[in-house]
Every structure is written in C-alpha cells, then in structure tokens.
C-alpha cells in the first residue's frame, strides 16, 4: 500500500490547523496521526523491500536451477563417454588402443565426479535461495496486514477529530496503531 508522496504534506496541514484551535485533544489527535503516518510510510517501505528481496531470491534460484540442468546434462554426457569408451577398451584387444580407451574414460570418470559435486552445490544453492525468498515473503505478508492495521488507525484518529465529544475512536487508533507496529517487528522476530 504506498501512499501519495504528498500524503505528509496533508498531515502537516491538518496539525497546523489545529494548532491554531488551541483544543489540547485536537493536538494530541493531530501529533498522533502524524506519528502513525510516519510509521506506516516506513511499514510499507519494509514491506516493498520485502517484496523486491523475494522476487529477486526466486530469480536467483530459477538461475542456479537452469545451471543445475545445464551441469546434470553435462554429467550424463560425461557418464555416457565413459561408458562408451570403458566398453571400447574391453572390446579392443589388450595393447596401445586399449591403454588410449581406457585412459580416456579415466578422464571422463575424473570429469563425471567434479560435474556431480558441481551439480549438487547448484541445488544446495537453488534450495538456498528458495527458502530466503519464502522468508521475504512471509515478512512481506505480515507487513501488508500491519501497514494496514496502521491506515486504518489513522482513518479511526481523524475520525476522532470529527467527533471531539467521544474519545474511543482515538483510544481505538492507538490500539490499532500498537497492533500494526506489533505487527511490523513481528515480521522480523519470527
């Protein structure tokens, strides 16, 4: 949820003017959505954050994964030209061929082993990159419905401001405002 660039501006305003009442509510209210503005501007920051780091995590492994099928590829052929020349030494007879095939398929048996390591560290990468983008998301999910909490109070607040007599809309801001900033550090601490 990103707010207008000039929503502070608003804010800003609306304190200036009460200011100028001289009602000491009016002013409390007034710091109050002021503050909560700040706070849910910097939730949806983290938020947009937490989105660009998931998306960027599943990019990342969609690449490691596309260098695992590349290098698993390559192993096969690599296990294939062993076995073909494995096959060719024991077919020829014993001698300067045989010594050629076999020492080719050494080669291929040396290069099938480091492709194997290789290919295992790509998917160790790929789940890597896998469970962070679940991490970022997770948060991102967690701060949509704080940065959200967060709106609301202060829609409720304002709402005070129109209905100076009762105080619960203000006392409901601030509860609705604790639980969006609840909500924001619990997406770090979980």
Known sequence: MSESPTEHFEHAEHAEHVAHSGDAF??????????????????GSLETIETAASIGDKNDSVLFQNRATDNWSFFQAKS??????????ASVQPGPVADAFKASAKKNEADEKELHEKGEALERDVDTKLRSAEVHERRHHIL???????HI??????????????RWPYYSAIVLGLAGVVGAAYAYVS
Do not use: E, G, P
Request: proline fraction near 0%; charge should be positive.
């Open 26 to 43: 009016l002013m409390k209210v007034s710091v109050t959505i002021a503050i909560l503005a700040v706070v849910a501007a910097t939730a």
């Open 80 to 89: 294939l030209k062993k076995n073909m020349y494995d096959i060719a030494a």
């Open 144 to 150: 949509t419905v704080a940065t959200t909490a967060l």
């Open 153 to 166: 109070s202060i829609a409720v607040a304002t709402i005070a401001i129109i209905v100076r007599k009762h």
